[in-house]
């Protein structure tokens, strides 16, 4: 009989693990035989899923459960895995930088929208991170900006709209990422600052969302010494339980960022580090579309309910899962509503640092770098320079321009009165090649007009100050068109400097 005790109880612990995880696969082939195995959670939607049949994946996903919660990071910016047949919004900073909180909630509630018509629930945004460190490989436009009680107050905004349309947001990084110097999907940050400096800064905004009641949050994969020197935030009960649950009085759910990125993985392993952060207070794991992985965190999680982690744990995350489901909402935006409201959110994210404007598009030569397609193809400037800035020439570099690029980008140059050249920095460092030709460039003595299409603050890296300065937050169709539409007079832009430092 105890055997048989024994063995019921294993077999109620297999069939609960699954209410802790959150699973993700590559493509659009949907894992049925690993859904049944393991009845997740939920499922996270990537760009991989929903290329060519969005719809048909959700609705495969929902025959097989209809319980199942469906997540998607639709920031706006470049985190929009939704992206394909829908308008692509400017990133946060862009709509930080328009200083009106009724217009990042439209736009919260038009990303809520897109989630809804897909058929998913939730919303991995808005951002709340503080982006107090410039050099932060993996957060910069992500972020509303470098100061806590913007991001508090436009994170808010944006979570407010989500819920308008009826989907979930959920607010991240906890206890915030925005002052980091390493990014999290490859190694474990850590943030020396006292309690003290991260109250003023990383989690006043996190302390308003869940002042407001926000239904969820997720958690970062960083190191902060002053709140627990041993375990990142992820696996660490004194922050998730201790200061998020206990003296803040977070009542909603607690979901992990991705546990397979290089933070937790590279020194925790997969397993271990899903039963350390069950154990320290989260409630859903994000995993990664590998399904040795998925079955290994599962099998562990097996092992430890009812024995490290009490069976009740397993009913909490259900139940908080349960709560992230969509509810009643209204989404009333016609397609070029969308339109309309992505390009006044971007020609508002504009910021004009200094130069003349408007410039003639007659005798103007537009050189734009191709961005990686990584987050989404885009036109570059020397793309639509001819439908928005008239008369102009145009021509595509390369995001890294190479020698031979920048001497035929100098030739043309050459016989041009005047220039406008697209700058890029958001993950890593500043591009050689981006440097050198905007050095030989200003050799030429032409004026020279230059646009920044990623985080804003691309003065500081190069040799010298040209004739104009524009900064988008961000290279989505609407915000190279807004940049366009500023050089040739079509509207004044009136953008807020949010990203700190010197403006």
Known sequence: MRLLAILAGMGMAAAQA??????SFKGEEVPVALLKEIRPAGVILYPSNLRRDPQGVVARLRALDPKLLLLVDQEGGPFTSYREGVVRFPSAMALSASGDEGLVERVGWALGCQVRRLGADVNLAPVLDVNTNPDNPIIGLRSFGADPERVARMGLAFARGVLRSGAKPVGKHFPGHGDTGVDSHLDLPRVDKPREALEGAELLPFRRYVAAGMPALMTAHILFPALDPKYPATLSAKILTGLLRREMGFTGAILTDDMAMGAIKRHYGAGEAAVLAVKAGADLLLLEPDEAAIREVHARLSKALGQEIPLSRAEEARRRAQGLKAGQGECPFTPKEEEALALEAARRGVVHRFGPL???????LVLGLRVSDRYG???TLADLAPQYLPGSRGLILSEDPTPVEIQKALAEARKAERLVASTYRWLGGFKEGQRTLV?????????LFLVALGNPDDLRFLPGKPTGYLATHGYRAVQVRAALEALAGVYAPTGQWVFGGEP
């Open 18 to 23: 699954g209410n802790f995880l959150i699973v």
């Open 377 to 379: 193809v885009e036109p």
């Open 358 to 364: 408007p410039i003639p598009g007659q005798g103007t």
């Open 439 to 447: 050095k030989e460039l200003l050799a030429l003595g032409k004026p």
